[in-house]
């Protein structure tokens, strides 16, 4: 991954952040870099770990399609929920436009 | 006015009886805050208004005679992660600063049902994330007890305020450790019940197949009595168990003549050698209470770090994701959506936050999947099927609840890896899904409070709660 040894690199923290929606400058991302290096150097114990065969454990209890009858429910309340919006218009949530503006 | 009493069923029995009201009860805990709250920053918000007039509702209902539930008067705190409608609701984080969520976490529902007054929101860690509650967006909580050392986390606030005499009960969140940590640190109390056992519903997600809502207390009983307040299946919670939820209070006073007690024999090392004593008297005061000590084996016990550095990230960058700046809480605008996000997120999220959610995204991203949290999946398989071996042979295991005694502030805050090893004997419970609870028992190093953590099978809440009760017994009459 890395010519240093360490588990990541800065543009692997780079493109992470990227990936996260996490506008990160470069002092935050060489800083992040080496503490994230460390963490993920104690990851490798687990390599020593025979892992074959074993069924991976995605929730504690197993509960399985849990369902109820389609009937109407309240719901929260459209003007309670919209009012802790950053901004809202006509009964929506208001956001800046979807595709990027030149310049 | 009669004084007040200290455990929250006593304040209930005396209010029920008529012998001190409620608001009496709640000015009381509310002159304590007003005295120490300053130096101890427990609470994000303290709300005195909403108490006082709850406890003159209670209050009214009483003298005309109107049935009040079993904790009508109880003072509780809530940690800052629990959704209170119209109350500011931030998981101490600058994203969710301001944010009034428009529904109640089921927990307060059942509490306020129960006649339980909410006293105030606690102060955590950013989204739950720290064991020291240095990582609040608010500033940090200091521990009562020493104001130089940290309360432990994430759930730093509410150990706090029911160790300063705030609150005698409150309710914490626990992922990793986040209840049972900060309780040993602070000399309390503190429950994590079994995965599914305490509704979800409203407590803002960290890790969902990780977290679980939980009591600090002064006492076992009390932490049993608000255990059973808030346990049970909750149509809001699709991973919440569908089973009776038994008399825990009533375990707390049964005691431990004929248990088998588990000693792991190949625990990770890293304890205190006053913490690691301190688990020897406990063994000592169990066995002389009639308990049998066995020794067990948990192999995978010391790779639990890494699945849960793996797996907790990995639900969090997902979890997270919803703190975008379109729905609620902080929006730093810019030019488009995109960019809109990044900005707002960076702005929005502390360091630890976002070293989290980066761990989670690389663990998840095309080509390290199966390199990193596929492989921690199944090293929380083994660390499950290590335990339930255990429980074959025992009711319960004894560990250390904390390797370490309260820390000083900013021992820890820029070296994650040592701080995430304050959590290597609670996250181990979290993966499998199993109940703890750590009970104070002695002091250590520096005369800081030691905390023994009791870890049972799932829904063995009553064994856990039976130990629980007889090493608080143990330890009163050793100091």
């Known amino acids: 991954m890395t010519t240093s040894g360490s588990p990541i690199s800065a543009a692997d923290v ?18 992040f870099t080496e503490q994230l290096g460390k963490v993920m150097a104690h990851f490798a114990d687990i390599d020593a770990l025979n892992l074959d065969g074993v069924t991976p454990m995605t929730q504690p209890y197993p509960l399985v399609n849990v369902m109820r009858d389609d009937v109407e429910m309240p719901t929260l309340d459209t003007d309670e929920v919209l009012a802790a919006a950053p901004a809202a218009e006509e009964r929506r949530f208001r956001v800046p436009p979807i595709i990027g503006i030149e310049g | 006015m009669s004084s007040i009493p200290t455990t929250a069923s006593e304040i209930a029995a005396a209010i029920a009886a008529k012998e ?11 002159a304590r805050i007003n005295a120490r709250e300053s ?27 109107r049935p009040v539930g079993p904790l009508a008067g109880v003072p509780i705190a809530l940690k800052d992660n629990m959704c209170t409608r119209g109350v500011e609701t931030t998981c ?25 007054i909410v006293v ?41 305020a029911v160790a300063a005499g705030f609150a005698p009960v409150s309710l914490g969140s626990d992922t990793g450790g986040s209840i049972r940590q900060p309780a040993a640190m602070c000399g309390v109390v503190g429950v994590k019940p079994t995965y599914g056992r305490v509704s979800r519903y409203g407590l803002v997600a960290y890790a969902s197949s990780l977290d679980q809502i939980g009591p600090f207390a002064t006492t076992v009983a009390d932490a049993a009595l608000i255990t059973e ?86 639900e969090a960058s997902s979890n997270l994701a919803r703190f975008d700046g379109v729905r609620f809480g902080l929006r730093v605008n810019a030019p488009d959506t995109n960019a809109m996000y990044g900005a707002t997120r960076a702005a929005g999220f502390g360091d630890e936050v976002q070293r989290r959610i980066m761990l989670g995204t690389y663990a998840l ?39 370490v005694v309260a820390f000083k502030f900013g021992e820890k805050v820029d070296d994650p ?63």
């Not at chain 2, 409620?22 to 000015?27: F, P, Q």
């Not at chain 2, 108490?51 to 005679?65: E, L, P, S, V």
């Not at chain 2, 007690?261 to 002389?288: C, H, K, Q, S």
């Open chain 2, 92 to 116: 101490s984080s600058k994203i969710l600063e301001g944010w009034k969520p428009p529904y109640d976490a089921t927990v307060v529902t059942k509490l306020r049902e129960a006649g339980a």
């Open chain 2, 229 to 314: 307040a808030i346990a049970g299946h909750d149509v809001h919670d699709s991973t919440s168990i569908p089973q009776d939820v038994p008399s825990f209070v009533e375990a707390a006073g049964q005691g431990v003549k004929g248990m088998r007690i588990g000693r792991v024999t190949d625990l990770p090392e890293g304890a205190e050698p006053e913490v690691t004593a301190r688990l020897n008297a406990a063994f000592a005061a169990l066995e002389a209470a009639g308990a049998e000590i066995v020794d067990v084996q948990l192999p995978s016990l010391s790779y639990a770090l890494t699945a849960y550095y793996l797996i907790a990230p990995a």
């Open chain 2, 39 to 65: 130096d101890i920053h427990a609470f994000n918000k303290v709300m005195a208004d909403e108490a006082r007039a709850h406890a003159d509702a209670i209050d009214a209902d009483i003298a005309a005679g």
């Open chain 2, 417 to 479: 890896m040592s701080m995430y090893l304050c959590d290597i004997y609670t996250i181990p419970t979290n993966l499998a899904g199993h109940p703890g609870m750590s009970v104070p028992f002695g002091t250590g190093a520096h005369g800081l409070p030691v905390g023994i953590q009791v870890l049972a099978p799932a829904l063995g809440e009553v064994p856990m709660f039976r130990v629980g009760g007889a090493l608080e017994a143990a330890a009163g009459g050793a100091q």
């Open chain 2, 365 to 403: 991203s095309a080509g390290y999947y199966d390199a990193y949290y596929g492989k921690a999946l199944k090293v929380r398989r083994l660390i499950a099927d290590d335990f339930n071996r255990a429980y074959e042979k025992v009711d319960v295991i004894l560990t250390p609840t904390s390797p």
């Open chain 2, 120 to 160: 105030g929101k606690t102060n955590l860690d950013e989204f739950a994330m720290g064991s020291s509650t240095e990582n609040s967006a608010f500033g940090p909580t200091r521990n009562p007890l020493d104001i130089e050392r940290v309360p432990g986390g994430s759930s730093g606030g509410s150990a706090a």
């Open chain 2, 20 to 30: 001190i009201t409620a608001r009496e009860v709640i000015d009381a805990h509310l």
């Open chain 1, 14 to 31: 780079a493109k992470v952040a990227r990936l996260a929606r996490l506008d990160i400058d470069n002092a935050h991302i060489e800083h």
